[in-house]
C-alpha cells in the first residue's frame, strides 16, 4: 500500500517539540483567560456580538457570565483550544455545572507545567506528577474537619443509598437491556433553608417553588389530579407593536372590554371543557382567568419554568400545548398520583398544632402572633443573654408539632434573632442591644445582611 501524497504550499512550516507544546499551552491559557473574569462574587459580564458574516450586519446581542454559554458560541481553530471548549461540553454533560471552574483550573495547571516543560520534563512524567497529587489531595480531603465532623452522620444519611435510589426513579428501560438515565433533565437538587441534614431525602415526584394563583379560593391538595400543561398565556393578547384604538362613543369602551372578557372566557371554555384539576402554564394568567377557573373548582400555576414543565411531562403523561384550539383529550394528564403545596418555612418557634387546627392546616395563619410560642423564645434568648447554652426546638412541618429534641446553642458575644415576627413583641424587643428591620425581596440573603 502506497503512502498518501499531501500538496502544500512553499511557506508551510512543521514544528515539533517544546515549541508546539508551549503553542498548545498558550491556546489553553487564552481560552481559560476569556472566561476567567466572569467567575467569582465580583465577576463581570460578557457581552457576545452575533454578526452575520456575509452583510456584516448585527444579528443580536446577549450579555452574560455563564461561561458555558460563552465558551458554546466560540469559533476557534486552534486544535488545543478546541479540546478545552469539548472538555467544557463534557462537564456541562456530565455533572451539569462548574464549567467555568474546570476551565479556569485546567488553565492554571498548564501554565503551571510550562515551567516543568522549559526545564525538559518530559510530558508524561508531568502528567503522572499531576495523577500523584490527585490521590493526595484525595486523601488529605477525607481527614478534613467537615467529615471527620459529619462522617458519622453522612454514613447515617448514606448518601450513596440517596444517589442510587435517585438514579434508578428516573431509569428508562429501552428494552433489549438498554436504559436511559438522563440525569441532567430529570434529577434535580433543590435547596431549602432550615430544617437539619438528616431531613434530606429523594421526593419521587416533581418539586418546585410556586403556589396556585389563588391560594385562598383554589384547592392546594389534590388526589389522581388532571392535569394539563400549556405554553400559552391565558390573558388577553397584547400587541407587539404600538396599538392605536379609536373611541368614537362613550360606549365604545364598555364594548371593548367586553371583547377582552369574551375572549378570555373563550379561552377558559375551552379548558373546563375537558374537566381538569389542575392546569400549569408558562406564561401568564389574567385575574379574570383565575375567576373562571376558580368558580369551576380548578387550581392553577402560572410563569412556570420549562425545565420544571418538562419533568411534569414525565411525571404524569400530560403533553404540552401550544394552541388551546389544539387541546385533546390525549394531552391530559392523569399519571400524577398526588398534587400538594406546602409551606416550608424556617420559623421554629410555632405551637404545636392538635385537634380541629391540625385537620384545618392549609387554612392556618403561621404569620399570625399567636401561631408565634413567643413564652419559649423569650425563655431561650435570655438563657443565651445569661452565658447559658440553651436548647432551640425543632419543629416538624411534616405533623406539625416540635419534636422531642432540641438542638443545643451554645452562649456567644453576638445572637441574632431572625424572624417576621420577632419586632413584634415588646418583650422581645426589650432583650435586644440592636433591632434592624432589613425591607428587600425574599430572595436576600441572611448572610449578606449580617455581613452589612
Not at 48 to 63: Q, R
Not at 103 to 114: N, R
Request: proline share 3%; charged share 25%.
Amino acid at each position: 500500500m502506497h503512502a498518501p501524497v499531501l500538496v502544500l504550499k512553499d511557506s508551510l512550516k512543521r514544528e515539533s517539540g517544546t515549541r508546539v507544546h508551549h503553542a498548545n499551552i498558550q491556546a489553553a491559557k487564552a481560552v481559560a483567560d476569556i472566561i476567567r473574569t466572569t467567575l467569582g462574587p465580583r465577576s463581570m459580564l460578557k457581552m457576545l456580538l452575533y454578526i452575520f458574516i456575509y452583510c456584516c450586519s448585527l444579528i443580536g446581542i446577549v450579555v452574560t457570565n455563564d461561561g458555558n454559554s460563552i465558551l458554546r458560541d466560540l469559533d476557534l481553530a486552534h486544535p488545543a483550544a478546541k479540546s478545552m471548549i469539548e472538555l467544557s461540553r463534557t462537564q456541562d454533560e456530565e455533572v451539569g455545572d462548574g464549567t467555568t471552574s474546570f476551565i479556569v483550573l485546567a488553565g492554571v495547571m498548564l501554565h503551571v507545567a510550562e515551567a516543568f516543560i522549559d526545564k525538559n520534563y518530559h510530558p508524561t512524567v508531568i502528567c503522572r506528577a499531576y495523577n500523584k497529587a490527585l490521590e493526595d489531595s484525595i486523601a488529605s480531603c477525607i481527614g478534613t474537619k467537615f467529615t471527620s465532623q459529619f462522617g458519622d452522620l453522612i454514613a447515617i444519611l448514606n448518601v450513596q443509598d440517596l444517589a442510587i435510589d435517585a438514579t434508578t426513579t428516573v431509569v428508562v428501560d429501552l428494552g433489549q437491556g438498554l436504559r436511559e438515565v438522563d440525569i441532567k433533565n430529570y434529577i434535580k437538587v433543590e435547596k431549602v433553608p432550615g430544617g437539619q441534614l438528616e431531613d434530606s431525602k429523594v421526593l419521587k415526584g416533581v418539586m418546585f417553588n410556586k403556589d396556585v394563583v389563588a391560594p385562598g379560593k383554589m384547592k392546594r391538595k389534590i388526589v389522581n389530579p388532571r392535569i394539563i400543561l400549556l405554553d400559552c398565556p391565558l390573558e388577553y393578547k397584547k400587541g407587539e407593536n404600538q396599538t392605536n384604538v379609536e373611541l368614537v362613543k362613550e360606549e365604545d369602551w364598555g364594548v371593548l372590554l367586553k371583547m377582552e372578557e369574551e375572549y378570555i372566557e373563550n379561552m377558559c371554555m375551552q379548558i373546563l371543557k375537558f374537566k381538569p384539576d389542575l392546569v400549569i402554564t408558562e406564561k401568564g394568567l389574567s385575574d379574570l382567568a383565575c375567576h373562571y377557573l376558580s368558580k369551576a373548582g380548578v387550581s392553577a400555576i402560572r410563569r412556570l419554568r420549562k425545565a420544571n414543565n418538562n419533568r411534569i411531562v414525565k411525571a404524569c403523561g400530560a403533553v404540552i400545548v401550544n394552541r388551546l384550539d389544539e387541546l385533546q383529550e390525549s394531552d391530559v394528564g392523569t399519571g400524577a398520583g398526588l398534587f400538594v403545596i406546602i409551606d416550608v418555612i424556617s420559623d421554629l418557634f410555632y405551637h404545636s398544632l392538635s385537634g380541629e387546627k391540625l385537620e384545618k392546616v392549609h387554612e392556618y395563619n403561621f404569620d399570625h402572633p399567636e401561631s408565634f410560642n413567643t413564652d419559649l423564645l423569650l425563655s431561650c434568648m435570655e438563657e443565651s443573654k445569661n452565658g447559658r447554652a440553651t436548647s432551640i426546638p425543632n419543629y416538624d412541618f411534616k405533623t406539625h408539632k416540635c419534636t422531642d429534641h432540641g438542638r443545643q446553642v451554645n452562649p456567644s458575644d453576638v445572637i441574632i434573632v431572625e424572624g417576621i415576627l420577632v419586632l413584634h413583641e415588646a418583650r422581645v424587643c426589650d432583650l435586644m442591644k440592636m433591632k434592624v428591620f432589613v425591607d428587600k425581596v425574599c430572595k436576600y440573603n441572611n448572610s449578606s445582611s449580617c455581613g452589612q
